[in-house]
């Protein structure tokens, strides 16, 4: 009696450790999967905020130009001579923090 009880917890304890086993497998393949999608995620992100630097440079220097702010797409507002001021005073203050360092 004391040596099926003791077999059959050998046994579950057998299945315990292959279950254990393969959960960490699964566990190891979802961090790699993990990893990846994180790493992919910020290089979109990265690509993303590229994207919306080289729009506001190229609405910014449009906007200088002359261009009518129609043809673009953009409503007037957005282009206003606060806004282009605004854009000058934070690109000084960049290389102002620059030259500190």
Do not use: H, P, W
């Amino acid at each position: 009696m004391v040596a099926d009880q003791l077999s059959k917890v050998v046994d579950k304890t057998v299945r315990l450790i292959e279950l254990c086993s393969v959960l960490q497998e699964e566990n190891d393949l979802l961090k790699l999967e993990n990893d990846s999608l994180s790493q992919l995620l910020e290089n979109a992100k990265n690509k993303n905020a590229e994207l919306e630097e080289k729009l506001r440079i190229m609405t910014l220097a449009r906007s200088l130009e002359g261009k009518v702010a129609d043809e673009l797409g953009l409503n007037e507002k957005a282009l206003d001579i606060k806004q282009k001021i605004t854009e000058f005073v934070r690109e000084i203050d960049k290389c102002i923090v620059l030259l500190k360092k």
